[in-house]
């Protein structure tokens, strides 16, 4: 069945450096790849996306990357700050249905 | 433009008893997707709504139902409420048209004790 695989489950940085999270899709229909950022006792914040006719897409410090044929996309962070550090969650898009499958999510921590 | 509200942010339930959720969509928004979140299963769809009509169902028991009104706002409710359902229960809006981004509320925390 769909399934979106996610890696690291946790992920230490240091101040200013870069943090990367993975995610695999099964689906090859999948066209739509948004990514969530939880805070601690909140909902998750759509934070960036990525739809399948484009390769990559960045914001600010913030860029995701897809690569339709390995079925992978990533979420780079630069120049990473304490205010980063929160859960973050994959997402792909089930083809032909409104229903999103969501990665195990990543803990980011950014250490000052 | 205020974001997507979902009240109660906190409720406390005992077992077999049942309980309605609230969530009210972004001003426009005709979408509104539920999902449970826990520790174990991460987050998972339960039903997707779109001008009153139901058009996806996630894998819950159909103790899990919901409905949508003509304003957009959704509820979903659970009956005969089971430990196992203490989640954090997600509402997300959309406009409802493909590949168009979803925003979530801040939740409802479900315990049952």
């Known amino acids: 069945g769909e399934n979106v695989e996610q890696h690291p489950s946790t992920l230490s940085v240091q101040e200013g450096d870069s943090a990367v999270i993975k995610c695999t899709y099964s689906?090859?229909?999948?066209?739509?790849f948004p990514w969530y950022k939880q805070e601690l006792g909140k909902g998750p914040q759509l934070i960036i996306d990525?739809?399948?006719?484009?390769g990559e897409k960045k914001d600010q410090r913030i860029a995701v990357t897809l690569n339709k044929t390995a079925k992978h996309f990533s979420l780079h962070i630069t120049e990473t700050q304490p205010e980063d550090s929160a859960v973050y969650f994959c997402?792909?898009?089930?083809?032909?249905?409104?229903?999103?499958?969501f990665g195990t999510g990543t803990r980011l921590k950014v250490l000052a | 433009k205020a974001g997507v509200t979902q009240t109660p942010r906190y409720l406390i339930k005992t077992r077999g008893q049942q309980v309605t959720l609230s969530c009210s969509p972004i001003?426009?928004?005709?979408?509104v997707s539920w999902y449970q979140q826990t520790p174990g299963q991460g987050l998972q769809f339960l039903f997707e709504?779109?001008?009153?009509?139901?058009?996806n169902k996630g894998n819950f028991p159909g103790r899990f139902s919901g409905r949508q009104f003509s304003n957009s706002r959704s509820e979903m409710n659970v009956s005969t409420l089971e430990l196992g359902d203490s989640a954090l229960y997600l509402c997300?809006?959309?406009?409802?048209?493909?590949?168009?981004?979803?925003?979530f509320g801040q939740g409802t925390r479900l315990t049952v004790v």
């Open positions: 997402a792909a898009l089930l083809p032909g249905t409104y229903k999103y499958i």
């Open positions: 997300a809006s959309s406009l409802g048209h493909p590949n168009t981004e979803a925003f």
């Open positions: 689906d090859s229909a999948s066209n739509y």
């Open positions: 709504y779109f001008s009153e009509t139901q058009r």
């Open positions: 001003s426009g928004h005709r979408s």
């Open positions: 990525i739809r399948s006719n484009v």
